[in-house]
């Protein structure tokens, strides 16, 4: 019987918190390892319950989800962190991009958006609720300082962008372009600089504006 994916619920709210943790025990993949109602909660009970994905609240007391992922990626860098918003404000998602987390989620998603994000979080890939696209695409490519976009991606950017788009992880692009996993790192850097973005959301957003990428 395969491992199952252990789970942090930090939510400040209980009722929420509560739905959440009774719709994952359904899935039967997925184990609720612990639930904590702020930032400082979580972190003193990650000492000693290991997890592998946490669902963050962003606003809790004592301290919020964007200080405890910032701390805990510190401690733990492989956790995976998938921040929860009722709010499609650009603050938060910016906040909890900086942080580090690995997707974002509305709180009135069903259960066949937690299963899929949960699913491909725990294969080291990036998932964004869709609504939250159109505030990527506005902070970051119709900001005052856009970059030069006269300095095209090559060929070869090209096919790793669209196989960032589609969720790979740099290994398994190296392994689909039968490149080396630093020459992967190279190319990501290069497109980094080219378009003046610094985190993957922020070059999806520019690579669908600019059509590079087929979603």
């Not at 910016?94 to 949960?118: Q, S, Y």
């Not at 030069?148 to 196989?163: F, H, I, M, Y």
């Not at 490149?179 to 999806?204: D, E, F, P």
């Amino acid at each position: 019987m395969e491992e199952k994916i252990k789970i942090i619920v930090v939510d400040d709210h209980e009722f929420f918190r509560k739905g959440l943790v009774f719709v994952l025990n359904k899935l039967k993949y997925v184990e609720v390892v612990a639930e904590a109602t702020n930032g400082q909660e979580f972190l003193d009970m990650l000492v000693t319950t290991p997890a592998d994905i946490v669902l963050m609240d962003i606003n809790m007391p004592n301290m919020d989800g964007a200080e405890a992922t910032r701390l805990a990626l510190t401690r733990n860098p492989d956790l995976k962190v998938i921040a929860l918003s009722s709010h499609q404000e650009e603050a938060y998602l910016e906040t909890m991009i900086d942080a580090g987390v690995k997707g974002f989620l509305l709180k009135n998603i069903d259960k066949d958006i937690l299963d899929h994000a949960l699913q491909v979080v725990s294969q080291d890939k990036p998932f964004f609720s869709e609504e939250f696209m159109p505030f990527f695409t506005k902070k970051f490519v119709h900001e005052k300082n856009a970059p030069n976009l006269n300095n095209q991606p090559s060929k070869r950017e090209l096919e790793v962008l669209q196989l960032i788009a589609s969720g790979c992880s740099n290994q398994e692009i190296a392994d689909k372009l039968f490149i080396s996993l630093r020459t992967v790192t190279n190319h990501r850097a290069s497109l980094y600089q080219k378009t003046g973005t610094n985190n993957t959301a922020a070059l999806l957003s520019l690579a669908i504006k600019n059509n590079w990428v087929k979603i």
